[in-house]
């Protein structure tokens, strides 16, 4: 399997939610994510991991998402 390519920010999400996934294990909410970067909207946090989707790092599970596959941080 090739290996995903992220950007800065989405490295920083990726980390952001194992962290909090290792702490509370669970994964956070979209506003917990929001809160946790300072964006005044959950809608940003479910831009980026709707794109974490995409590029096959998340999936998505009835309502929530998990970690698809091990992530490159090249």
Same mark, same amino acid.
């Given at each position: 399997?090739?290996? !995903?390519? @992220?950007?800065?920010?989405?490295?920083? !999400?990726? %980390? +952001?939610?194992?962290? +909090? @996934?290792?702490?509370?294990?669970?994964?956070?909410?979209?506003?917990d994510?929001?809160?946790? +970067? $300072?964006? %005044? %909207?959950?809608?940003a946090?479910h831009?980026?991991i709707a794109?974490?989707? !995409?590029? $096959?790092? @998340?999936e998505?599970? $009835?309502?929530w998402?998990? +970690?698809k596959?091990?992530? %490159?941080?090249?």
């Amino acid at each position: 399997m090739k290996p !995903v390519r @992220l950007t800065a920010r989405n490295k920083e !999400v990726v %980390s +952001f939610i194992q962290s +909090f @996934l290792d702490e509370y294990d669970r994964v956070p909410a979209m506003a917990d994510i929001a809160n946790h +970067f $300072g964006w %005044s %909207s959950d809608n940003a946090a479910h831009e980026h991991i709707a794109k974490l989707i !995409v590029l $096959g790092v @998340l999936e998505k599970v $009835g309502c929530w998402y998990r +970690f698809k596959r091990e992530v %490159s941080h090249a």
